[in-house]
Nanobody, 120 residues
């Protein structure tokens, strides 16, 4: 059983930064962040390939968010800078043996999500 766990959500003000972390009980997986705002579908945020060097970002976060591997290859972080109220959502970490990093259905393992709230 593969386990995915996120941490680091919270309440911040517009323009602030926040860092999310995720760990998976396994190795070699591509890892990604998705988010779901109230009343909206879950959407892709950012991903890093299983081999590490390739990353992909949503156009909505490009230039503000950074995804990377943590100290161990089964962890990933999402550094979120210049947060805006429209970034408010539940953020989910996902892992899988994935080729197309932004395809939600390609990920087999999901965390429970962590709430990020940005006030104006």
């Amino acid at each position: 059983q593969v386990h995915v766990e996120e941490s680091g959500g919270g309440l911040v003000q517009s323009g602030d930064s926040l860092r999310l972390s995720c760990s998976v009980s396994g190795s070699g997986y591509a890892m990604a962040w998705f988010r779901q705002a109230p009343g909206k579908d879950r959407e892709f945020v950012a991903a890093v390939s299983g081999s590490g060097p390739s990353t992909k970002y949503s156009k909505f976060v490009q230039g503000r968010f950074t995804i990377g591997r943590g100290a161990t290859r089964n962890t990933v972080f999402l550094q979120m800078d210049n947060l805006q109220p429209e970034d408010t959502a539940v953020y989910y970490c996902a892992a899988g043996l994935v080729v197309y990093l932004d395809v939600q259905g390609a990920y087999d393992y999901w965390g429970q999500g962590t709430q990020v709230t940005v006030s104006s």
